[in-house]
């Protein structure tokens, strides 16, 4: 599958687009100051990529930090978007779970 394979460089943030019975899975996710802002909002479980970590494998380990899920399967890669930070670029990937 397009992407899966490829080293991540801090920059690529692959997330999970979760859909079961008719709904997508979101998570809390907590910004605090030491970071961008001092928020939380709800969004699809993700997050950037660590120096040589494939992109298959940032999406699985992300996934389940910080939804729990322990058995992700990655159908299909959906396309890519801006991140939060003006350089991330996020990958979209249909995923599901058991």
Do not use: H
């Amino acid at each position: 599958m397009k992407n899966l394979d490829k080293q991540g460089d801090g920059v690529l943030c692959p997330m999970a687009v979760v859909i079961r019975d008719g709904k997508v899975l979101l998570g809390l996710r907590n910004y605090t100051p030491d970071k961008w802002k001092d928020i939380s909002v709800w969004t699809i479980p993700g997050g950037r990529s660590e120096k040589g970590e494939t992109i298959g494998t940032t999406l699985i380990r992300e996934t389940e930090e910080e939804v729990g899920i322990t058995d992700l399967k990655i159908e299909k890669y959906l396309g890519k978007a801006p991140g939060m930070k003006g350089s991330d670029v996020v990958l979209l990937f249909r995923c599901s779970t058991s």
